[in-house]
Every structure is written in structure tokens, then in C-alpha cells.
């Protein structure tokens, strides 16, 4: 007697459209992404498109602002890799909402942009920073007991903030510059 399988038919039709958010974990990264954008200011973005009717209908800059930070942080940076993970990653294509920018517009939309993109990343660390995403170090409270410094030395004053806070710019910028380079 034959074995019996689950049914598998790659070819059938979905008799009801699919909802692209049962295609990931409710805690996946992209979810994040996805609501991270929502709180964004965005208005650099729209003030560059002036809607005189000329030239093609330019994607959303939500959309791009999106797939653009998830990229970044899976380490996916190439305008092509870009383009290639919204044909073949649920993740991206979640985020593009289907759509499918190819390289050039997307590389083109990242120099367009690049000073309100480093805003963007800027807005994104201090988002992660004030809801604990980011820290400096490891916090583990366990009841063991371990030496500790808290010299004043080893703390931060506002210097040393203004300080890391301009590391973490010309970071952006070196990520930046990195992936126009490969571009």
C-alpha cells in the first residue's frame, strides 16, 4: 500500500488572496521596521517630490525608507542584493508591499536623499536608544556578585556624549558612503 502524503500542489491557484503578515513570526524584524517608519519624520522626503506631474509616479518614500533600514540591518546594503531580496525574501517583500523598485531607482532614491537618510538613521538609533533597544553594555542581574567601577571615569559627561553621538554620525555617513561604493 502506498505511503500518503500532506497534499502538495505548486501550482493551485489561492482560492482567497493570502495576508503576507501569516508568512512571518508576529515578532519578526520586519514588523518593527515596519511600525518604526510610521514614527518617523518623513517630511525631507516629501518636499523633494513637488507633484508638478512630471517624469514617472515615484514609489512611496515610506516604502523605500523601509526596505532601505531593513536592508541595513540584516546587512543586505547593495541597491541590487536590495532588489534581488524583494523578488525572493517574504521579509522584503512584506515591507515593499509587492512593489519591486529595481536597483537604479533605489540607489538613485538613496543619493537623492542621502542627508535626510543619515537623519533617518540618526532618528532610528535614538528610537532603539530611548526604548532600550541600543546599549553600551550588559546589564545581568543574576545574584551573583562581581567587582564593580563606578569611578567617575568610567562614567559619560555631556562631552563624551556630544562626542559619541558625532562617532555615530560619521558612522551613518561611512555606512553610507560604503554602499554607494558598491553601487
Not at 517630511?43 to 512611496?60: I, K, L, T
Request: include cysteine; glycine fraction near 4%.
Amino acid at each position: 500500500m502506498p505511503r500518503l502524503f500532506r497534499p502538495y500542489q505548486p501550482n493551485q491557484t489561492f482560492l482567497l488572496p493570502p495576508d503576507p503578515r501569516d508568512w512571518l513570526p508576529e515578532d519578526h524584524l520586519s514588523y518593527y521596521i515596519d511600525d518604526l517608519v510610521e514614527d518617523l519624520d518623513l517630511s525631507a522626503f516629501h518636499a523633494y517630490y513637488d507633484n508638478d506631474g512630471r517624469g514617472c509616479v515615484p514609489y512611496d518614500p515610506r516604502m523605500m525608507v523601509r526596505i532601505i533600514l531593513y536592508g541595513y540591518a540584516v546587512g543586505v546594503t547593495s541597491s541590487r542584493k536590495l532588489e534581488q531580496k524583494m523578488v525572493e525574501d517574504v521579509a522584503f517583500r512584506y515591507l515593499a508591499a509587492g512593489n519591486r523598485p529595481d536597483f537604479h531607482t533605489i540607489n538613485a532614491f538613496r543619493q537623492r536623499h542621502r542627508e535626510a537618510m543619515q537623519h533617518i538613521f540618526y532618528q532610528v538609533l535614538e528610537l532603539a536608544r530611548s526604548a532600550g533597544l541600543a546599549r553600551l553594555g550588559l546589564v545581568a542581574l543574576d545574584g551573583t556578585k562581581v567587582k564593580a567601577n563606578a569611578a567617575k571615569d568610567n562614567t559619560l559627561s555631556k562631552d563624551k556624549l556630544d562626542k559619541e553621538e558625532q562617532r555615530l554620525l560619521d558612522d551613518i555617513k561611512r555606512y553610507l558612503d560604503e554602499a554607494e561604493r558598491i553601487d
